[in-house]
């Protein structure tokens, strides 16, 4: 990580930090366990891989918000997240999105999903409903959401993205497991 800056101005002396280089030991202790993949990223990368992990999306523009820098710096720095299969871009020029590679994705807490499945099994609803009945936060419901969308349980019922999709059980029948 990026060390801190140390600056001795003869009456004040000042240490400075940047955020992108704080990381809780849990989340060091992650991206150790990821070994020669994670061997040699920036710390943006180090920093952005963490929060995919905890369920963020970016995209190029979002990338340069968090993390200040040019447009192009923001599609090499998650293209080599990509490039060493540590995330996945989906879309295509300005509409890409990046979010953590599958393999790496921690188990959603089983309480989650299950309270997440049980509510939408009653009636259809959206991340807001979720959250306010769940008292989850927004980014564990839709983490919940996307586990359930993979294993096939949930599916979009209308919408695409962004608070007013709606969720709801497959069609088919098939329940969580």
């Given at each position: 990580?990026?060390?801190?800056?140390?600056?001795?101005?003869?009456?004040?002396?000042?240490?400075?930090?940047?955020?992108?280089a704080l990381l809780a030991r849990e989340?060091?202790?992650?991206?150790?366990?990821?070994?020669?993949?994670?061997?040699?990223?920036?710390?943006?990368?180090?920093?952005?891989?963490?929060?995919?992990?905890?369920?963020?999306?970016?995209?190029?523009?979002?990338?340069?918000?968090?993390?200040?820098?040019?447009?192009?710096?923001?599609?090499?720095?998650?293209?080599?997240?990509?490039?060493?299969?540590?995330?996945?871009?989906?879309?295509?020029?300005?509409?890409?999105?990046?979010?953590?590679?599958?393999?790496?994705?921690?188990?959603?807490?089983?309480?989650?999903?299950?309270?997440?499945?049980?509510?939408?099994?009653?009636?259809?609803?959206?991340?807001?409903?979720?959250?306010?009945?769940?008292?989850?936060?927004?980014?564990?419901?839709?983490?919940?959401?996307?586990?359930?969308?993979?294993?096939?349980?949930?599916?979009?019922?209308?919408?695409?993205?962004?608070?007013?999709?709606?969720?709801?059980?497959?069609?088919?029948?098939?329940?969580?497991?």
């Open positions: 990580m990026t060390p801190p800056a140390f600056f001795d101005q003869g009456i004040r002396f000042t240490v400075s930090m940047p955020n992108h989340d060091l202790e992650w991206l150790s366990r990821l070994q020669e993949r994670a061997a040699g990223l920036t710390d943006i990368q180090r920093h952005a891989l963490v929060m995919m992990r905890r369920g963020a999306e970016f995209t190029n523009r979002m990338f340069r918000d968090e993390f200040p820098m040019d447009s192009r710096d923001a599609r090499r720095e998650p293209g080599g997240l990509v490039q060493r299969e540590l995330a996945v871009a989906d879309g295509e020029r300005g509409g890409r999105t990046y979010r953590i590679a599958g393999q790496l994705i921690d188990p959603s807490p089983p309480d989650h999903a299950r309270t997440v499945l049980s509510l939408l099994q009653a009636e259809p609803a959206d991340v807001n409903r979720l959250t306010g009945a769940t008292g989850l936060s927004k980014r564990q419901v839709r983490y919940a959401l996307r586990k359930l969308r993979e294993a096939g349980d949930v599916e979009i019922l209308t919408g695409g993205r962004g608070q007013t999709t709606l969720y709801g059980v497959r069609r088919d029948g098939r329940l969580f497991n």
